[in-house]
């Protein structure tokens, strides 16, 4: 079957790269000691107390994670997976319907002034 994908553009690849890049070294460098990464884990110490605090907080932050999670499939299922169209193998021809191929008949037409 053929598959139907949205083309990323060189930047788009470029930026994905850099991304990768990113998620391997800076961990890396943090346990080596060279960066602190130690704010993003009281960032996210900080948004689970803040949606633990009230009901609506609870209810909005597990909305924001929901539709984050939405993005991110329709991206990946977009740009990356690709929608499976299926082949059809002859022409489309209505249902109650036949055509006849009409015989060819050896004809000349003379043009005259």
């Known amino acids: ?22 998620v391997i070294s800076l961990p890396i460098l943090h346990f080596v000691g060279i960066i602190d990464l130690s704010f993003i884990g009281e ?10 605090a009230d009901a609506l907080n609870g209810a909005l932050l597990l909305g924001g994670v929901f539709v984050g999670g939405a993005l991110t ?7 990356f997976i690709g929608t499976q169209v299926p082949v059809s193998a ?9 055509i006849n191929p009409q015989p060819t008949q050896e004809q ?5 002034d």
């Open 1 to 22: 079957m053929l598959t139907s994908k949205t083309k990323l553009s060189k930047s788009a690849w470029v930026l994905i790269a850099i991304v990768i890049i990113a």
């Open 43 to 52: 960032a996210f110490m900080g948004v689970l107390s803040w949606g633990a």
């Open 73 to 79: 499939w329709y991206t990946v299922k977009k740009y």
């Open 90 to 98: 002859g022409g489309y021809t209505p249902i109650g319907q036949t």
């Open 108 to 112: 000349e037409t003379v043009v005259s």
